[in-house]
Every structure is written in C-alpha cells, then in structure tokens.
C-alpha cells in the first residue's frame, strides 16, 4: 500500500532519548510523564481501525510507536511518553482499515457492545469494509501533519482531542504531502509555522472540491465548510447552521471516497496475484482542474495502478488510470480512462510508449474523444536531474462540440482500433493515420533550493512530406517548487512557431496564501466583444496579485496595460528605445474586509501615441465601498487629482454622513486636487480696502495676471468647492448665453443666471448680474485649473478681494449623485 510522505518530521523531529539508565543519578524506574492525543475515524464511524503514528516513515506499525484501535464510536486515545511527543512533530496520524474494520454508520452510539455488532454482521445488517475472505486488504485513511499549535496544547495540557481523521483530512494531507517534502527545514520554528498555513491551505482546496461535488452551493460559507471538514462531520455541535442540510451529503461523498480506495486495493491485490515477482503500485486523488480541450472546471477522482517488471536491460511499465465525476443524479460516472505500456532499455538510454486515452467531455456517457499516442525516444537520468526527448504520434477522435468543447478540430474519427496496431503502422513508416506529430523535451531538476520540471513542445505540419521541417505551434512549460514551499509556473505559447513567444502566462504562489499571476497576449477585440473602450485588436499584460493586507485582510491587486499589437506578428510593437508603446494602463485594489464590506480602488490612465488617432489623454479614478447598507461608487472621471481616494472616503464613511453628502466633499477635494499644478495665493481683503488697485497691488503680489483666453472659456464650465467642501458651484459660460450658475448641495440643486460673462482687456473673466460685478483674474494657471483673485463690488453690496481656485470641467463626466447598484 502507497503511503503519503511527510518527510519533514525526519529533518525536523528531535532525537529520541537513548533507552536504557541516567547518569546524573535519577531513579531510572521513575516514570516520565505520559500524553494524550484522541480523536475519531470517521466515514461513518470506523470499529476496530489501527490508529499509530509511523515516526520512522516506513508505512507499517513498529515496536515503540504509538498505537490503539479505534472503539465502537470511533473513538481512539493514544499514549505518548515526552519523548515520542518530540519525534512527531510534522507527522500525520494514520488510521489503516483492514478486513477486521466496520463502518457502524452515523450513529457514534449504534453500539454499546462487540456481541451485537458481531451479531448484525453474522445476520448481514452490517458489513465489514472489505467483505472478502482470507485476505490480507487494507487502506489508510490519514490526517495532516501534527503542527506547532497541536504540539504546544499536548505538551501544555498532557492531552489533546479532536484529532479527526476521516476522507476529507485524507485529501488534505496527500495534496500537502509533496510540498512537506520540498520544505526547508533548517529552522525548525519556521518550518512548523508553515505547516500550520500549509493545512489550512489544504482544507480550503478540499472545501473548494466538496462545494463543487455538492454541486448547488450558492449558499454555502467555503470557509465554515473548511472548518468543518477538519472536524466530526457527523457531530451536530460542530455544524454550522448554515451547513446543516449537507451532513448526509458529506457522508456519502465520505463513503464514495472510503469505497473507491477499498475497490482498488482489492484490483491491486489481484494484480500482485496475477504479476508474480513484478512491483505493483496504486493511489487515488481527487483534484480540480480544466481538462485539456475545455473550459469547463471539474472535480474527479482519480484511481491509476502500475505493473513494473523487469528483464534483463529491459523495465515495463503497465499503466491504468480512471478518473470519476458526481453527475446530477448523485452516482460516480467515468470521466476518463488511460491504458498504456512504457518500456525503457538502459542499455541504450532508449524508450517507448503507447497508449489509449479516452475522456467523456460531454459527461453523456460516452466516450467521443479519443486519442492513441506512441511515444519514442530517449532518456538521461543523473544525480542532479532528468530528461526525455521523443516524438509523439497520435490518431485522434473528436466527434462533437460542445458549449464547452474548445477542439480546435471536430469530425475526425480514430484510424486504428488500438493503440498496438497504430504503433504498427508507424514503425512501417506509413503514417496516414497520424492527426498530430509532435516533439516534446521533458526535464527534471532538484537542488537545495527548488524541484524543477518543464516540457517543451512542438507541433509540426504532418500533412507535409517532410513534417519536421514545418513546425506550426511552440510551447513551452515550466514549473518550480522551492524550498520554501512557494511554487511557480510559466508557460510561454509560440503560435507561428517563429522564435517569438505571443503568449506568456505565469502562476506563482507561496505557502501563506499569497499567488501572483500575469498575462501578456494579444487581445483580439476588433468588434468590442472583449473591452468597449477601445474597438480595435491589441497587446496586452495584466496581472493579478492575491495575498493578505498589513492590517490581516485579504487584499488583491490587479493591473495591466494595452499597446499597439501588430496583427500580423501577434507581437507588440516597440519604440526606438525598444519599449511597448502603451495607450492604456490600470490599477484595481481590491480589500475584503467581511463578506458585506468589500472595498475596490480603481485608476486608469489613457496616453496620446503619435500617429494612432484612437488614442486620447485622460485619466480617472474610482472607489467602491459600502455606505449605510448601499454599495456605492464614488468616482472621479475627469483625473486623478485626489491623493488617496480610499482613505478620503473612509474618513468621511466613518462620519456617519449620507451618500451624497459624501459624494460632495469628494468633488470638492478633486477641485482642491488641482492646486498640485500651480502655486496658491491667500489674499483676503473686505470694506473701503478692497478697491480696484488693491485688486492690482494683490494681483502682482501673487505672481501678476495669467490671461485667459476665449480658447479657455467658451463653451466650458469651471467648479469650485464652496463651504469647506459641503458644496459645489458650477459655472456654465456658453458662447452668446448668460453664464449659468449651479450650486450642488445635499438637499439639491440651486441655480442662477448671471446676466453676462465676458473677457476684459486684461485677460480677467467678468460676470455681471445687476449692479453687481465679479471679476475672476487668474494668476497660476495648471493644465487643470487655476489659482485666482476674485474682487467683488456693486452698489448694494461691500466690496471684497479674495482668493479661491477653480477647475476645468470642459466636456468630463460628473455625475449629480454617486454611482448606487
């Protein structure tokens, strides 16, 4: 039987005490402190399962390492000495279900004695997990790791519960088994940290699989289900409200799992029978993923087996795989099937490979696609790594598309009824049977710092007469794990097979929850379809950033920027100095503070390109937030002159004022925003002082008068915040029309007409209503707005000179409200 590995507890556990007497002249009969570690095995509740912890990693139960069997219930307690408790840091607890074991079902009661258990066996009202006779079966259910916070409650309490061990701690702990192996464990307290993130991580993988498997889960918490699934399912008290309906689902997704291993063991017992001498090996997985020729996610589970011998020179490999999906009616139905033969001959560093892989892609029970593949080549294995070149035949059957289907080809139908008489037919060297030639270098790599691995492939034209001079299609795949548990992936797509990569897409992720993609591919958009900014095809390279915020909240950022692609390369196209030629970029910051409060910040800029009409200069910003139960936008369409948008609002949310009350001090720091282009001037002069040459005296003091010009005013609007930012007051100074005054407060929109707008000959705006006259003269001006000296008189009214700042509004959007959804 094929255990998961946690190697780290070999780098990290500390060394057992020698056996024998002391000699510092203690009583070497005094007895030393004894733990408890309990839990339960659950599918339903497991009888009679052996629970140990395998400290020397060898997969079977040895003399000194802790062990019990689990009781009617379920119900284990391990005793460990302070020694063993220091040599299983790192290891998960296994439980190993033989012909011996039951499943007495959901109820931890259903038994109060062996007597009538063995009785409802004997009568049939219950069965054992394997139910054939005379042979040694067994499988292993586990739990992950034992980590740093499970080890400091044993060591402070002498005891610690809740050590479930069911499918679901199953799945987490082989998804994490690999990643254990790749940790470095030089500093032991780092390394604990990680297994703990490690577990959590795991669980909210196995959650992700179980929601999918529900199917219907749109009202399911994931995280609460995570939780869940570390525990006793079965166990009301551990449910959540909102999980309560699901407990008989998961336990029949719980017994699916159990009864899928307990099929292949009994498959691989009979392949040990069959294949005397010959090592044979089997394991089971579930994983999620978007099979090759869709785009369609799926849960499966996977069951392969494998049949090594050897001869000589010469090793075979006898490969099966089948993978199983949950259908809406609730049975497992086949997904895929793969049988194969590998041969490999180290006299020659050569090797051979057929095979049949057949896929049900329209989950209608039948198996439409289909593809033989022969594989031939050769192999260099070294201390530090591994690599394989071959060509790769293949006879294909794609018979129908689907809404999810993304063949790129549909209609073909296989050549050959075996994959035996394909391999045939290309060793004669007729090869009209061939839908897709390829030529792959698969490498390997591990050292002290990462595991790598890549596959680089090429498709050739195999209608050609001579096929490997005409290569159509390159890519190239990549992956590291480090040492660190962090994980990469990049894998670059070569479409004309021309030396120049026209897709570039990278995956990397660390083991705290944090991941970083990036794209970088052509965006055919010609009609639209993709962004209604800009109706035209070009480049692009986006990025997305997932992690966890300095305040602990869970943060992604994304961004990215368009240039000008040459469509018939795919490639962008780059300046003198070798760089994109970028007319468009973004940033969005996306914050989850609960599940009703998720906050978003989003930038965009728009850059003129010589010589590309479409292009434009503008620039905005937005942000999304919640305001008294109402998700809100406020946005700043016409720039980005407000330094910190996010942290403005919030300040202003946490006023308690109402959406639009908000939504006007947010124009009006935008307003203020637009100083940052030109110096202010503060000049504040009432009564019988604020004469006209004062108003000249105060202009020359600021910097003297910047003219305006008809080309700045006409048929534009310029703003200003009024009342510290509780108001704003527009100004509209159409050619030929009286100016039309606005004035935007929380209650609604005030409005007046002036009488006339004019330009004097000193550059200064003047309004006139009646016997009143204002006159705006300008002294900075920004490519925004201006800094300006206002001298107000009329006969009526005292005379005043003061200075405020105005904006341009021109043609840019401002709503009158903020953007509600």
């Known amino acids: 039987m094929k255990l998961c590995k946690t190697a780290l507890a070999a780098s990290i556990a500390v060394t057992l005490a020698a056996c024998g007497g ?8 005094q007895q030393s402190t004894t733990y408890s570690v309990g839990g339960e095995v659950v599918d339903g509740y497991i009888y009679n399962a052996l629970v140990w912890i395998d400290i020397n990693q060898n997969g079977t139960l040895d003399d000194g390492e802790p062990s019990t069997y689990s009781n009617l219930d379920g119900s284990y307690d391990l005793e460990l000495t302070s020694e063993q408790v220091d040599a299983i840091v790192g290891l998960p607890i296994l439980a190993e279900l033989t012909k011996g074991s039951v499943d007495v079902g959901a109820d931890p009661d259903a038994y109060s004695d062996v007597e009538t258990l063995t009785q409802d066996l004997e009568s049939g009202a219950l069965s054992r997990v394997f139910d054939e006779a005379n042979t040694a079966h067994k499988i292993t259910l586990s739990m992950p790791p034992l980590g740093s916070s499970d080890i400091e409650s044993l060591k402070t309490n002498e005891s610690v519960s809740g050590q479930v061990i069911t499918p679901f701690t199953t799945r987490a702990n082989e998804s994490i088994a690999e990643t254990l192996e790749a940790l470095d464990t030089s500093d032991d307290a780092e390394s604990l940290a990680r297994i703990d993130e490690l577990i959590q991580q795991a669980f909210d993988d196995v959650a992700t699989q179980i929601l999918s498997e529900l199917g219907d889960s749109s009202e399911l918490d994931s995280d609460e289900l ?46 040990i029978e069959d294949n005397a001498g010959a090592t044979v090996k089997g394991g089971t997985s579930s994983k999620f993923f978007t099979p090759d020729n869709t785009n369609l996610p799926i849960t499966v589970t996977e069951v ?9 020179t010469i090793t075979t490999i006898e490969n099966t795989s089948t993978t199983y999906f949950i259908n809406d009616e609730g049975e497992k139905q086949e997904y895929s099937k793969y049988s194969g033969t590998y041969v490999e001959d180290s006299s020659d560093s050569s090797f051979y490979s057929y095979g049949t892989y057949q896929a049900d892609l329209n989950f209608d029970k039948s198996f439409t696609f289909i593809n033989h593949a022969y594989d031939v080549g050769t192999f260099s294995d070294t201390e530090s790594g591994s690599s394989r070149t071959f060509e790769r035949y293949l006879d294909e059957q794609i018979l129908e598309q689907g809404e999810h289907i993304i063949a790129e080809y549909t209609g073909i139908e296989l050549d050959y009824d075996t994959a035996e008489e394909f391999v045939t037919a290309i060793k004669a060297e007729n090869y009209s049977g061939v839908d897709s030639l390829q030529k792959l270098t698969e490498t390997s790599k591990e050292t002290s710092e990462y595991m790598y691995d890549s596959r680089h492939l090429t498709i050739y034209d195999h209608t050609q007469a001579s096929p490997k001079d005409f290569a159509t299609y390159i890519e190239l795949r990549e992956y590291w794990q480090n040492s660190d548990g962090s994980t990469e992936e990049v894998i670059s797509s070569d479409w004309e097979a021309d030396g120049s990569y026209n897709r570039v897409v990278s995956n990397a992720s660390t083991l705290d929850g944090e991941s970083y993609a990036t794209t970088e591919e052509p965006v055919w958009n010609w009609d639209g379809s993709v962004s209604d900014e800009y109706q035209l095809n070009y480049w692009q390279a986006s990025y997305v950033e997932k992690s966890t915020n300095a305040d602990d909240y869970k943060e992604t950022i994304s961004g990215g920027e368009k240039a000008i692609l040459d469509e018939d390369t795919a490639m962008p196209i780059t300046d003198d100095n070798d760089e994109l030629m970028v007319f468009n970029d973004w940033l969005e910051t996306t914050v989850v503070y609960s599940d009703d409060d998720v906050r978003v910040h989003t930038m965009w800029n728009h850059y003129p390109l010589d010589g590309y009409e479409f292009t434009r200069e503008e620039s905005g910003q937005k942000y999304q937030t919640t305001v008294n139960d109402e998700l809100v936008t406020f946005p700043e369409y016409w720039g980005q002159f407000i330094d910190d948008l996010p942290t403005v609002v919030d300040e202003l949310v946490d006023e308690d004022l109402d959406k639009q009350a908000i939504w006007l001090r947010v124009i009006g720091e935008s307003i203020r925003g637009t100083q940052h282009d030109y110096d202010y001037c503060e000049v504040d002069i009432i009564g019988d002082g604020a004469t006209a040459a004062a108003f000249s005296t105060a202009l020359t003091q600021c910097g003297g008068t910047q003219a305006f010009t008809s080309d700045d005013l006409t048929d534009s609007t310029i703003m200003r915040r009024k009342n510290s930012g509780t108001e704003v007051r527009y100004w509209t100074l159409n050619e030929g029309e009286p100016p039309l005054q606005e004035t935007w407060t929380v209650d609604g929109i005030k409005q007046g007409e002036w009488d006339s707008w004019s330009i004097n000959d000193d550059g200064h705006l003047v309004l006139q209503v009646g016997d009143f006259t204002r006159v705006i003269a300008a002294y900075s001006k920004g490519e925004y707005g201006a800094g300006v000296l206002v001298f107000d008189s009329g006969e009526s009214d005292e005379s005043e000179i003061w200075s405020t700042y105005f904006a341009g509004k021109d043609d840019a959007y401002i709503p009158e409200t903020p953007i509600t959804e």
Not at 305 to 312: D, I, K, L, M, T
């Open 226 to 271: 995570a939780d869940l699934l570390q525990q006793d399912f079965f166990d009301s008290e551990n449910v959540p409200q909102s999980l309560a309906n699901i407990q008989d689902d998961l336990g029949k997704i719980a017994e699916r799992d159990v009864q899928t291993k307990v099929d292949q063991e009994v498959e691989i017992q009979k392949l």
């Open 22 to 29: 002391s000699d510092d002249g203690t009583d070497s009969t």
């Open 304 to 312: 392969w087996s494998s049949v090594e011998s050897v001869e000589g």
